[in-house]
């Protein structure tokens, strides 16, 4: 197999512990990988500790990483998915007497409520999916990859995926269409 992979010889350098090939990779990758896990988690600190963590991971394996096996975005984003799984299992298994109080990173009382209460309202529904199934929307539509990218970070097929897209939009559109009445 031929591999155009475009992080190849990056990972190469971090791999021979080349400092600015680090920096390099972390610049190129942290916005897409903070971007998931806050999709996912709906926490940025959260999101913040889930990036730290597959960045160490890339940099303690970059030795190991095989080409031609996977595209190294590809298992990136696989890394970055099975963390944040494990955080929110770990999350359903945390109890607290109050939940924390957490600013809101919505825009200002000026930022209009209409459009606030549609975010939320998108939000919600997507928090409210399956989990298979908010994987699939969120990797699709907010990491903005294709079918075949998506379905190799999950593991599945495209077929797979695509079902898991259908059923997510079904879902969306019932939620949210419920909440216009």
């Not at 990036?51 to 970059?62: C, G, K, S, T």
């Not at 944040?84 to 109890?95: G, S």
């Not at 079918?147 to 939620?175: D, Q, Y």
């Amino acid at each position: 197999m031929k591999n155009n992979d475009p992080d190849e010889a990056l990972l190469e350098r971090v791999a021979r512990g080349d400092k600015g090939a680090v920096r390099e990779m972390v610049a190129r990758k942290l916005p897409r990988v903070l971007s998931l896990a806050n999709r996912l988690l709906g926490d940025r600190g959260d999101a913040e500790d889930v990036a730290q963590e597959v960045f160490l991971r890339v940099w303690r394996r970059a030795g190991q990483w095989r080409p031609g096996e996977a595209l190294f975005d590809t298992w990136l984003h696989r890394v970055a998915l099975n963390l944040c799984l494990d955080h929110l299992r770990r999350r359903r298994d945390t109890y607290v007497a109050e939940p924390p109080d957490r600013p809101d990173p919505g825009p200002g009382p000026d930022g209009g409520i209409a459009v606030r209460e549609e975010r939320d309202a998108i939000k919600a529904a997507i928090d409210a999916l399956p989990e298979r199934q908010r994987e699939a929307i969120v990797l699709q539509y907010y990491q903005d990859l294709g079918n075949i990218e998506a379905a190799a970070i999950m593991g599945i097929s495209v077929e797979a995926l695509e079902s898991l897209l259908a059923r997510a939009r079904r879902n969306l559109r019932a939620s949210l269409a419920g909440d216009q009445s």
